[in-house]
Each structure stands twice: as C-alpha cells, then as structure tokens.
T-cell receptor, first 116, second 111 residues
C-alpha cells in the first residue's frame, strides 16, 4: 500500500491564479480530511469528505476555497484567486472507517503552496 | 471550543536523558488524545493514542483528565527521536472526526 498520495508536492502560483491540490487516499479508505499548516503554526482542519459528500466543512474559508471527492479519482482542494496569505502546507489524511469506529487518520506528504 | 496547547516550541536533551513533551487541552466532553510525529523529510505519522494505552518506541502518554494533560514521556531519549511532535485531540460530541492539533514541539536529542 503506497499510502496517501498528494500532488503536486510543491506548487507556485501568482496572485489571482487558481491552485488545485490532489489527494489520493490509501487503498480501501473512503474518508478524506484536508488540513492547512501556516508557517510556524500547527495543522488546522479544513474539510472532511466521503465519496461524493462533504461531511464537515466548518474549517473552510467562506470564499475562494472548495473541495470535492468524486466517485472516481482523487479528492481535489481548489483555491481560486489565490492571495499571498494562502501560502502554506496543505495536508490530506485518509481513514478507513466512519465516525465511531477505530479511524486512525493517515497523512500524506503535503503540498507546499507558494503564492508570489 | 476545543484547544490543544504545547507550551514548548523547542526542546533539547542529551542522549540517555529522560524527555517529557507537554500537552494540555481544553474540551468539555470526553476527548480522544493522540501524539503524531514527523521525522525529517517524512510525513506525519501516528505515534500513539490514549485509548490504546500502549508504548511505542519507548514512548508513553497518560491522559490526565484532572489536569487536562496528555504529556509524552520517554525515560531514555535516543538521537533518532529527534523530530517534530504534535499533540492532537478529537472531540466526537462536538466536532466529529476532525483532529485539533497543537502547534508542535521540535525535539532535538544531542549526542
């Protein structure tokens, strides 16, 4: 099992462009979480998705950010019209079971977004 | 609201010395507590969780509900323990499956 995959590992965008971050969960996992880590801070929860459903998006900024986890393919975190403050490391985690079970979250290597 | 505090950003000890990484939390319900570790150039990985009551790589952590703490301890630190350590909390009653992380402690074990 290759573990959680994220790509790209590094992404550079200019202000106003769009950023698309991809996350492929571990085999057999149908639950995906996105976290953001700003410089010198801990990881902050953004969104929790299951296949074709957003379960909890309470940590997502109200504008410019969206996430999806389609039936086929990776989960996508999309940031429109990026600003310098979006520069951060974005981590994806996946787990095998829904809430209430033993659902350890396994993390990907992260995507480091730099906005120029 | 739930919160995790790791008061030390940096911690440096000598090989063979005991080490304790502090973690305090605030949560009104029954929390699940975790320690995650990130070695240099590697991804974040689970070290241990309080419900397992296990010892991993010589590390232990006990949930103290009275003091709202979940400190990570190891009696004899090794150089390979040098890493970033994050304490995390999950509070299912109020926030489902998401994890709330502390800001992390960078542990350096000197030879």
């Amino acid at each position: 099992n290759a573990g959680v995959m994220q790509n790209p590992r590094h992404l550079v965008r200019r202000r106003g462009q769009e950023a698309r971050l991809r996350c492929s969960p571990m085999k057999g996992h149908s639950h995906v979480y996105w976290y953001r880590q700003l410089p010198e801070e801990g990881l902050k929860f953004m969104v929790y998705l299951q296949k074709e459903n957003i379960i909890d998006e309470s940590g997502m900024p109200k504008e410019r950010f969206s996430a999806e986890f389609p039936k086929e393919g990776p989960s996508i975190l999309r940031i429109q019209q990026v600003v310098r403050g979006d520069s951060a490391a974005y981590f994806c985690a996946s787990s095998p079971l829904p809430s209430g079970g033993t659902d350890t979250q396994y993390f990907g290597p992260g995507t480091r977004l730099t906005v120029l | 609201a739930q919160r995790v505090t790791q008061p030390e950003k940096l911690l440096s000890v000598f090989k063979g010395a005991p080490v304790e990484l502090k973690c305090n939390y605030s949560y009104s319900g029954s929390p699940e507590l975790f320690w995650y570790v990130q070695y240099s150039r590697q991804r974040l990985q689970l070290l241990l969780r309080h419900i397992s009551r296990e010892s991993i790589k010589g590390f232990t952590a006990d949930l103290n509900k009275g003091e709202t703490s979940f400190h990570l301890k190891k009696p004899f630190a090794q150089e390979e323990d040098s890493a970033m350590y994050y304490c995390a909390l999950r509070g299912r009653e109020t926030s489902g499956s998401r994890l709330t992380f502390g800001e992390g402690t960078q542990l350096t074990v000197n030879p």
